[in-house]
């Protein structure tokens, strides 16, 4: 699975927006791009996923650039309850789509009341 | 509907001591995995289940660790004799195998302490 990168922690302000940068430069054409997010004494849970075009869902929207060397998710309006560590992996979709989870560190995301 | 259940969720135990975690998939879900997360790092996978099937099993320290998923359900894993640096969060996820995308469910964790 192909790398990505993440800062290593972002700070936001209670009900304010959050962009969570990733940049993926090698990127394959098969791969998607999927956000995971792991609030404290948890399990990661699956937030977001893509591969071309935005997406929206009701928990966050994922941006994806044009030429797909990087991705943002957006959290509209943050809360307490979404400081988390946030992961962006990459998941080949040409095999099975059972294939694991390559996880990074992640961003660890601070939300400030 | 239940999550992935994971028990226990913390264990204490002395270096050379064995040790066990039980998983318990969500219903219907035919594909397990268990992910090892050592402290400020990210999941790794240890094995991965197709039903009773292990077919992913090349990060899994053979010498000391096992797993099993009899009847394709429930499944354990073992380590004999734990180590210090055995120290770590246990998690263990599941999904549904079909040729699409399929979101992971994961478990709350096991916490391991070797002392």
């Known amino acids: 699975d192909a790398k990505t990168t993440q800062p290593n922690s972002m700070e936001s302000n209670e009900e304010e927006p959050v962009h969570l940068p990733c940049n993926h430069s090698t990127i394959s054409g098969t791969d998607y791009i999927h956000w995971y997010r792991q609030l404290p004494s948890q399990g990661p849970e699956y937030v977001i996923h893509g591969l071309t075009s935005n997406v929206n869902n009701r928990m966050a929207s994922l941006a994806i650039a044009e030429d797909r060397k990087s991705s943002t998710l957006i959290l509209h309006r943050a809360t307490l309850r979404d400081a988390a560590v946030y992961y962006c992996?990459?998941?080949?979709?040409?095999?099975?789509?059972?294939?694991?989870?390559?996880f990074g560190k992640g961003t660890r995301l601070s939300v400030i009341a | 509907e239940a999550g992935v259940v994971q028990s226990p969720r913390y264990k204490i135990i002395e270096k050379k001591q064995p040790v066990a975690f039980w998983c318990n998939p969500i219903?219907?879900?035919?594909?397990l995995y268990w992910y090892l997360q050592n402290l400020g790092q990210g999941p790794e996978l240890l094995i991965r289940y197709e039903n009773e099937e292990a077919v992913d099993d090349s990060q899994l320290p053979k010498d000391r660790f096992s797993a099993e998923r009899l009847k394709g359900v429930d499944s354990t894993l073992k380590i004999q004799p734990a180590e210090l640096g055995d120290s770590a969060v246990y998690l263990c996820a599941s999904s549904f195998r079909d040729r699409h995308y399929n979101e992971q469910f994961f478990g709350p964790g096991t916490r391991l302490t070797v002392l």
């Open positions: 219903s219907g879900h035919n594909t």
């Open positions: 992996i990459l998941r080949d979709a040409a095999g099975s789509g059972n294939t694991p989870l390559v």
